[in-house]
């Protein structure tokens, strides 16, 4: 086993976590409440891999021969977002949640962006990303004003017409931003949030979106395999989640079938090591928005490209399809949702039908691609390789 195809279905959380509750979260489950809304979806080849048979999946129709090794995570670090699960996957645990701004940011830090930006600051609260921009986007367009806004989770955001701030300034108030919230103030991710349209209702955010994360405060899988040179792949938003770090080649995304179409481009390259994917749309355009049709729609979408996957996968390959948190698009709020995620490993030399239970972290999976790469081994998380090689 040379190399792992490592695709992370954003969100796709299957079930709440026994301390849901704390996170206020009650009965989540985003992939079962999107299946009982919609017990017509059609997801034959996730199931053929095993989904439907994780324990706690009862909403889906098992098969009795699944391709695949399949399980379920619970989450150990303090938080339910895009980098308290990234980083938990490949080894570091947030045992102290990352800072939120509940009432917005304070004066002193609006102050100084606006003093170091030379733009005036509008929003400043808590928001939806779409109900922000019909709010403040027609203004934004005739001041030049920015739209900061944060939400449950560790981000400062920053929105902006395309057509009125270009691009380029937007990411430089994002880096300023960005050395602005350290230390005391340091929120997780920074989020550039371009925008198109005229009006609004008519507002829609575009695929320049760019996040400016911490740094990870310990070495995590992906730097274990770089520093034993081989590749790290990031496709998608992975090279933001990570600050870079422990990447070795990465390219940016437009959409989940861009980010299919850019995975499978790499696994017909002759590279060894990790193609890391993270396919967004699930929890951007779906989750948050609380569309579940379109929530569904997109699942049935990335199901339908397994084949091809598959197809391109070479007989030392090892893929491996988890999600890093939930976000039910049923339930209330526009936030994530405290849930296991659900886990499948496919490949060759993979064990058939084998019931890999429910794993204490998220770091086991990490742990795991580790072990199949033979490079040293993360400071957190127990690998399950021996269970699943033939």
Same mark, same amino acid.
């Given at each position: 086993?040379?190399?792992?195809?490592?695709?992370?279905?954003?969100?796709?959380?299957?079930?709440?976590? =026994?301390?849901?509750?704390?996170?206020?979260?009650?009965?989540?489950?985003?992939?079962?409440?999107?299946? /009982?809304?919609?017990? *017509?979806? @059609?997801?034959? !080849?996730?199931?053929?891999?095993? #989904?439907?048979?994780?324990?706690?999946?009862?909403?889906?129709?098992?098969?009795?021969?699944?391709?695949?090794?399949?399980? /379920?995570?619970?989450?150990?670090?303090?938080?339910?977002?895009?980098?308290?699960?990234?980083?938990?996957?490949?080894?570091?645990?947030?045992?102290?949640?990352?800072?939120?701004?509940?009432?917005?940011?304070?004066?002193?830090?609006?102050?100084?962006?606006?003093?170091?930006?030379?733009? /005036?600051?509008?929003?400043?609260?808590?928001?939806?990303?779409?109900?922000?921009?019909?709010?403040?986007?027609?203004?934004?367009?005739?001041?030049?004003?920015? #739209?900061?806004?944060?939400?449950?989770?560790?981000?400062?955001?920053?929105?902006?017409?395309?057509?009125?701030?270009?691009?380029?300034?937007?990411?430089?108030?994002?880096?300023?931003?960005?050395?602005?919230?350290?230390?005391? !103030?340091?929120?997780?991710?920074?989020?550039?949030?371009?925008?198109?349209? %005229?009006?609004?209702?008519?507002?829609?955010?575009?695929?320049?979106?760019?996040?400016?994360?911490? *740094?990870?405060?310990?070495?995590?899988?992906?730097?274990?395999?770089?520093?034993?040179?081989?590749?790290?792949?990031?496709?998608?938003?992975?090279?933001?989640?990570?600050?870079?770090?422990?990447?070795? %080649?990465?390219?940016?995304?437009?959409?989940?079938?861009?980010? +299919?179409?850019?995975?499978?481009?790499?696994?017909?390259?002759?590279?060894?090591?990790?193609?890391?994917?993270?396919? +967004? *749309?699930?929890?951007?355009?779906?989750?948050?928005?609380?569309?579940?049709?379109?929530?569904?729609?997109?699942?049935?979408?990335?199901?339908?490209? #397994?084949?091809?996957?598959?197809?391109?996968? @070479?007989?030392?390959? #090892?893929?491996?399809?988890?999600? *890093?948190?939930?976000?039910?698009?049923?339930?209330?709020?526009?936030?994530?949702?405290?849930?296991?995620? =659900?886990?499948?490993?496919?490949? @060759?030399?993979?064990?058939?039908?084998?019931?890999?239970?429910?794993?204490?972290?998220?770091?086991?999976?990490?742990?795991?691609?580790?072990?199949?790469?033979?490079? /040293?081994?993360?400071?957190?998380?127990?690998?399950? @390789?021996?269970?699943?090689?033939?």
């Amino acid at each position: 086993m040379k190399r792992v195809i490592w695709i992370v279905i954003d969100s796709v959380g299957i079930g709440a976590l =026994p301390d849901s509750e704390k996170f206020g979260d009650t009965n989540v489950n985003t992939l079962g409440n999107i299946v /009982k809304t919609y017990p *017509d979806i @059609k997801i034959p !080849n996730l199931i053929n891999l095993g #989904i439907g048979n994780i324990e706690g999946a009862d909403f889906l129709q098992g098969t009795k021969t699944p391709i695949g090794a399949f399980g /379920k995570c619970g989450e150990l670090s303090q938080g339910k977002d895009t980098t308290t699960g990234h980083w938990e996957m490949t080894g570091v645990l947030v045992e102290t949640p990352f800072k939120t701004f509940e009432n917005g940011f304070p004066k002193e830090i609006i102050d100084e962006f606006e003093s170091k930006t030379g733009r /005036k600051v509008v929003a400043n609260k808590p928001a939806s990303g779409t109900a922000i921009l019909d709010e403040y986007g027609e203004h934004q367009m005739k001041t030049g004003d920015v #739209i900061v806004y944060t939400s449950a989770d560790s981000v400062f955001q920053i929105a902006a017409h395309e057509e009125i701030i270009p691009l380029e300034e937007l990411y430089k108030m994002c880096e300023i931003a960005r050395e602005i919230m350290m230390g005391d !103030n340091a929120v997780a991710r920074i989020i550039a949030r371009p925008y198109i349209g %005229e009006k609004k209702g008519c507002f829609t955010r575009t695929s320049n979106r760019r996040d400016y994360s911490l *740094d990870p405060f310990e070495p995590t899988v992906l730097d274990n395999i770089k520093e034993s040179n081989l590749d790290v792949i990031g496709v998608g938003k992975i090279e933001d989640i990570f600050n870079g770090q422990g990447i070795t %080649e990465a390219i940016h995304t437009h959409d989940n079938m861009d980010g +299919v179409d850019q995975t499978i481009n790499y696994m017909k390259k002759d590279n060894k090591g990790l193609i890391f994917t993270n396919l +967004v *749309d699930f929890d951007s355009k779906y989750g948050h928005r609380r569309d579940t049709l379109g929530y569904k729609k997109a699942l049935e979408e990335f199901d339908l490209r #397994i084949p091809e996957i598959i197809d391109s996968m @070479k007989d030392e390959d #090892i893929l491996i399809i988890n999600a *890093d948190h939930g976000n039910d698009p049923t339930y209330k709020g526009t936030d994530h949702t405290r849930e296991y995620i =659900p886990v499948i490993v496919y490949g @060759k030399d993979v064990k058939e039908g084998l019931n890999l239970g429910i794993r204490d972290s998220f770091a086991d999976i990490g742990a795991t691609v580790a072990d199949i790469l033979n490079v /040293k081994m993360p400071k957190h998380g127990k690998s399950f @390789k021996t269970e699943i090689v033939k």
